[in-house]
């Protein structure tokens, strides 16, 4: 092979070429990743909680009604966020993650067909 083919390449500095691909800071030799899978990470839930149980006791004095509404609110809102895993002979590990479940299927389809193209 002369040089390297860009498979992949967008504006967050992820790239994927035919010998590596670039997450972020992080680079992985592509002969070296046989998989790469979505990853869900759940929110975290214990500041919202938190807020809600020193806000309900404390809900006539304005920062009691704050915290509840915003520990509610937050507990609403925060559907957590998504991460592209891939394996590697030294294990599995966390190679980007994103709040856009849609951004990290694009990377993980990316590098699914840039492990396959390898052969």
């Known amino acids: ?16 070429t035919n010998s590596r691909a670039t997450f ?3 680079n992985y030799a592509l002969a070296e990743i046989s998989s790469a899978e979505l990853h869900r990470i759940p929110p975290n839930r214990k500041a919202p909680i938190i807020m809600v149980i020193v806000g309900i006791p404390t809900i006539f004095v304005l920062v009691g009604f704050f915290l509840l509404f915003a520990g509610i609110s ?17 294990g599995t590990t966390t190679a980007f993650s994103s709040k856009d479940r849609v951004y990290i299927e694009k990377l993980v389809q990316a590098t699914r067909d840039a492990i396959v193209a390898r052969g």
């Open 74 to 90: 937050r507990l609403i809102k925060d559907k957590g966020s998504f991460a592209l895993r891939i394996t590697t002979p030294s």
């Open 24 to 26: 972020g800071l992080r």
């Open 1 to 16: 092979m002369t040089g390297e083919k860009v498979l992949y390449s967008d504006r967050m500095g992820n790239r994927i």
